[in-house]
Every structure is written in C-alpha cells, then in structure tokens.
T-cell receptor, first 112, second 114 residues
Framework: DAKTTQPPSMDCAEGRAANLPCNHSTISGNEYVYWYRQIHSQGPQYIIHGLKNNETNEMASLIITEDRKSSTLILPHATLRDTAVYYCIVRVRWGGGNKLTFGTGTQLKVEL | ETGVTQSPTHLIKTRGQQVTLRCSSQ?????VSWYQQALGQGPQFIFQ???????GRGNFPPRFSGLQFPNYSSELNVNALELDDSALYLC?????????????FGQGTRLTVV
C-alpha cells in the first residue's frame, strides 16, 4: 500500500480557504487518492476522491499534481463545522476488495 | 446520515469475555468492512465481507471473526477480550462493482474492556 504523509495539525480562519496537503510519493498508477474526515467521536465521512484529474464537488476540491506524488484538499470557505481530522488515503483494490489504510491525519481547527 | 447503522453504541465487557457487534449496511450495498480505532489513532482495517465471504483481512488475530448475512448486514465477533481491544469499532459499507466506490461509515460502537 502506498503511504501518505500529512501535517499533524493546521489552523484556519472561518470563511477562508483551508488547504490541506498530502504526500503520497509511492502511489501506483491505478491507485486513487481519497479524502475522508472524522468529526470527534463520529464515523469517518467521505469527502472526495480522484485518480489524476482535479475534482470538485459540493464539499471540496481535490488538486492532484501531475506526477501524482502529492495532492491538496481545498475547503473553499471553511466554517466552524469543518473542524475535524482529515485523512488522505491511497486506496488499494485487490480481488474486489475495498480496504482503506488510514494514517493519523491532519487535525484542522477552524477558528473565528 | 449515511444509512449505515451500528449497535450497540456503547458496550462494557470484562477481560476474557466475548462480544458481538452489529452493522446494518446502507441499502443497495453489497460489501461491508470493519475497522478498529484506538484513541488518538486512525481506523485500522480488520476485514471485509463481500457476498457473505471474507474478502480481505488486516493484521488481526483469529479471535476477531465476522459474518455477513444475505441481507448484507454484518456482525463482528471478538473472543477472549483483552484490555487492548478497547476501541471504537467502525463498520463501513459500499457497493463493489467494476468501477471504484466510496465507503460509508456508521457512527461506531465504543467498546470498553475492563
């Protein structure tokens, strides 16, 4: 499984964009980058995923570098409710499997 | 609200006992995975079930076992509980097909072993 590296914590002012980086330098060509977040004591919540192109949905944007060795999750207008641990995951598929390998993630604090 | 429900929400057991945790998958999903999350750590993959058969296992001993039923609900069983088994246990469901899918998680069961 490709490993990911994320900063342990980040702060962001409410209303500003939160840019969360992730390094995955050993990613394989058929592995996807997934982002999940976990608000305290809740189950992880899916945010977005991508293979090589930039992706956007109602929650966030995902920017993947051309060499696919790193990516950035962008929350365009962070709110207090976005305070959570954000996990960058490189997804392995094998024989129909769907295993997610979580690291320790980035604790994002959104403050007034 | 993901549609994945877990029961019970909290549980206290004594070392050496056995426990069964339950998960009801989101409607239409055919795959369920179980994760263990110790305090301050990310979730760790235990195993996955696809069409009622185990389809992948993480680094957990055989005393962790599971079942998936025809309605795609699932159970996680842990025998001979140890203090280190205290954790949040998460269930995730997804639909496995030719394309990639995302997993939706339940709220978890908080197990405390004393």
């Amino acid at each position: 499984d490709a490993k990911t590296t994320q900063p342990p914590s980040m702060d962001c002012a409410e209303g500003r964009a939160a840019n969360l980086p992730c390094n995955h330098s050993t990613i394989s060509g058929n592995e996807y980058v997934y982002w999940y977040r976990q608000i305290h004591s809740q189950g992880p919540q899916y945010i977005i995923h991508g293979l090589k192109n930039n992706e956007t949905n109602e929650m966030a944007s995902l920017i993947i570098t051309e060499d696919r060795k790193s990516s950035t999750l962008i929350l365009p207008h962070a709110t207090l409710r976005d305070t959570a641990v954000y996990y960058c995951i490189v997804r392995v598929r094998w024989g129909g499997g769907n295993k997610l390998t979580f690291g320790t993630g980035t604790q994002l604090k959104v403050e007034l | 609200e993901t549609g994945v429900t877990q029961s019970p929400t909290h549980l206290i057991k004594t070392r050496g006992q056995q426990v069964t945790l339950r998960c009801s998958s989101q409607s239409g999903h055919n795959t369920v995975s179980w994760y263990q999350q110790a305090l301050g750590q990310g979730p760790q993959f235990i195993f996955q079930y696809y069409r009622e058969e185990e389809n992948g296992r993480g680094n957990f001993p055989p005393r962790f076992s599971g079942l998936q039923f025809p309605n795609y609900s699932s159970e996680l069983n842990v025998n001979a509980l140890e203090l280190d088994d205290s954790a949040l246990y998460l269930c995730a469901s997804s639909f496995l097909s030719q394309g990639d899918t995302e997993a939706f998680f339940g709220q978890g069961t908080r197990l405390t072993v004393v």
